[in-house]
């Protein structure tokens, strides 16, 4: 079996590790990959993983049995929807499952509308969340402060994850 596999993070290098194993695999590709993947297969540069079209033309071109997509940012491309419709089979989810965790504000509003216990939110302004933050009986002391800072979610979540608040 002929595997791409989407990504070049310590999570695509697990996946990756775990996929060289398998007696059914005949070739490892990961696309952009990382050092760690390239000892387990091919790594291919020049394509973004995001790139939908680019993705689906490249697997077609290898005759790719089986795309696994890792990170966030090509699931929330719709990256899957993509190869699906080429009828490439592909393991993640669609782009609307991808929702729930590239965007925090509909993750936030899945959960309340299913009462699912979950943090308070919705800020849109700086201003009142560094008020609320500061007015919080819930704040975290300077000395709790020094080990778990605050943080603070951009919806869509960017690759770079949360920003810290000192």
């Known amino acids: 079996m002929k595997v791409l596999l989407l990504g070049g993070g310590a999570q695509e290098h ?4 775990k996929l060289a194993r398998s007696p059914l695999l005949t070739s490892l590709t990961s696309l952009p990959g990382n050092p760690g ?7 291919v540069e020049g394509i973004s993983a995001s790139d ?6 490249f697997a077609r071109q290898q005759e790719t049995d089986l795309v696994v997509v890792g ?3 090509p699931l929330a491309a719709g990256v899957v929807d993509a190869l699906l419709r080429q009828g ?7 782009r609307s499952a991808a929702r729930l965790e590239s965007s ?3 993750a936030k509003e899945i959960m309340e509308r299913a009462e699912v216990p979950t943090a308070r939110t919705g800020f849109e302004n700086r201003q009142p969340a560094v008020e609320h933050w500061r007015d919080s009986p819930d704040r975290l002391s300077k000395r709790q402060m020094a080990w778990q800072p605050a943080r603070a979610h951009r919806s869509p979540t960017p690759p770079s994850r949360p920003v810290s608040i000192p």
């Open 71 to 73: 990170p966030e940012a």
């Open 52 to 57: 939908a079209g680019a993705v689906a033309a």
């Open 14 to 17: 697990a996946l990756g590790w």
């Open 37 to 43: 993947l390239a000892e387990l297969g091919q790594v």
């Open 88 to 94: 490439v089979k592909t393991f993640g989810p669609a």
């Open 104 to 106: 925090k504000s509909f």
